[in-house]
């Protein structure tokens, strides 16, 4: 069974600085997607970041990026210049790309705090 | 931008009384799921369903967990005899494909609490 690990419960950032939120996982398929969820407070998941295993090139939306490391089975999340709006829970997920399921198995999560 | 709405925001209930958790997707959306996240723990999935039926459930979804999509509009969580360890935040979510080429769209969630 696929398993998605956070291993980070809470990070801190200065506004304007990087930081990376690490995710790590464990699976036998060769094909999958991963992706990266928001969750403001009280504010429901939003979809910050995919990424096809497929694919070599690490994706990138904006100030946001990933670090995937397919036979680490890494997936990290940078965030470049950080603003107080990017506080928040993040979610690492994985979803099989077998046909028939479409689940998605979320890390605990990684709590983003923005200091001004 | 459309959005998932999840009613009640909190729900309180006696431990044995059965509940219904309500969402309403997004309109043009075939899919819909049910998640649920105990306090300090990871997101679960529950359940996905397409086209009125269920399409995959995971063991947490046992019997007493019901879905349905009863007119057309909303998709209801119903737990019919509720414990103590039910006590979580439901999301719900929809999409428009089972592909994931933007996501799902996740509500805002029912926390709720069993006493």
């Known amino acids: 069974a696929q398993t998605v690990t956070q291993s980070q419960p809470e990070m801190s950032v200065q506004e304007a600085e990087t930081v990376t939120l690490s995710c790590t996982y464990d699976?036998?398929?060769?094909?999958?997607?991963l992706f990266w969820y928001k969750q403001p407070p009280s504010r429901q998941m939003i979809l910050v970041i995919r990424?096809?295993?497929?694919?070599?090139q690490n994706a990138t939306e904006n100030r946001f990026s990933v670090n995937f490391q397919k036979a680490a089975k890494s997936f990290s999340l940078k965030i470049s210049d950080s603003q107080l709006g990017d506080a928040a829970m993040y979610f690492c997920?994985?979803?099989?790309?077998?046909?028939?399921?479409?689940?998605?198995?979320f890390g605990t999560g990684t709590r983003l705090k923005v200091l001004a | 931008e459309p959005e998932v709405t999840q009613t009640p925001s909190h729900q309180v209930t006696q431990m044995g009384q059965e509940v219904i958790l309500r969402c309403v997707p997004i309109?043009?959306?075939?899919?819909f799921y049910w998640y649920r996240q105990i306090l300090g723990q990871k997101v679960e999935f529950l359940v996905s369903?397409?086209?009125?039926?269920?399409?995959?459930k995971s063991e947490i979804f046992d019997d007493q967990f019901s879905v349905e999509r009863p007119d057309g509009s909303n998709f209801t969580l119903k737990i019919r005899s509720t414990k103590l360890e039910d006590s979580a935040m439901y999301f719900c979510?929809?999409?428009?494909?089972?592909?994931?080429?933007?996501?799902?769209?996740f509500g805002s969630g029912t926390r709720l609490t069993v006493v």
């Open positions: 990424q096809e295993a497929y694919k070599q």
């Open positions: 369903f397409y086209n009125n039926e269920i399409s995959e």
């Open positions: 309109s043009n959306h075939l899919y």
């Open positions: 997920a994985y979803r099989s790309s077998s046909s028939g399921t479409y689940k998605y198995i």
């Open positions: 979510a929809s999409s428009e494909f089972n592909t994931d080429l933007y996501g799902y769209t």
């Open positions: 699976t036998s398929e060769s094909d999958y997607y």
